[in-house]
């Protein structure tokens, strides 16, 4: 199948020639058009590939950030990660390569202004990375992420935003609602207490972290948290 006009102006942007132009055009159909453009496995929209896509961008950003900055503690490069494969992050990166031109949509779906949709550009986004990875392996997904990264990866130079601050702007991001705190326990003397704390987000398993104080205790339950995120071990990877 050869690949329409549009996505080869796509495959310009991206930076290559697909061997197999019908993944390409599988990671832009929406699921409302019936039928699709078809694809390994017969599948005819982006959603198998967004979940791919979602691991492709998690494994290079993660190297990214162990290369740029190398004397970062875990906790530090899991901050950097977790704001910059959110979903905000990548729709803005999906906006700034003009992917909303090239989706396909069920005319409903267009009209409701699915090309300007955070969400839908996102998981789009996240479908091609893994459409680039499908046909030219880790090299060609992870030559676009580098060049489409680095730029906000460079913007977080500064101090990340603390850890609860930054759990909630995911969960939020990722349609999860509020991260849930409770305290689980408190041990010690007056003087020197040891609070222990849960933190809960719908879909993930609960952390635990323990601190000085119920605030100090949420933060490492929230760092705790995040580095799982990280990890690739959440249900979002």
Known sequence: MAA???LG????????????PSLLGEAVTHASVSGGYGGPGGHGDYERLEFLGDRVLSLVVAELLMARFPEAREGDLAFRHVALVRRETIAEIAGKIGLG?????????????????????????EAVIAAL??????????KFITAHWSEPMLAVTAPPKDA??????????????????GVLGREGPDHDPVFTVEVSVAGL????????SKRSAEQAA?????ETVAEGKSDDG
């Open 4 to 6: 329409d006009p549009d």
């Open 9 to 20: 102006e796509l495959e310009d942007i991206l930076g290559h020639a697909f061997a197999e």
């Open 101 to 125: 031109r090239f989706l396909r949509f069920s005319k409903g779906e267009e009209e409701s202004g699915g090309r300007d949709n955070p969400a839908i550009l996102g998981d789009a986004m």
């Open 133 to 142: 990875f499908l046909d030219g392996g880790l090299e060609a997904a992870g």
């Open 164 to 181: 609860k601050t930054l759990l909630q702007e995911w969960a939020q991001g990722v349609g999860k609602g509020l991260p849930v705190y």
């Open 205 to 212: 398993d609960p952390a635990r972290g323990e601190g000085a």
């Open 222 to 226: 929230a760092t705790s948290l995040l």
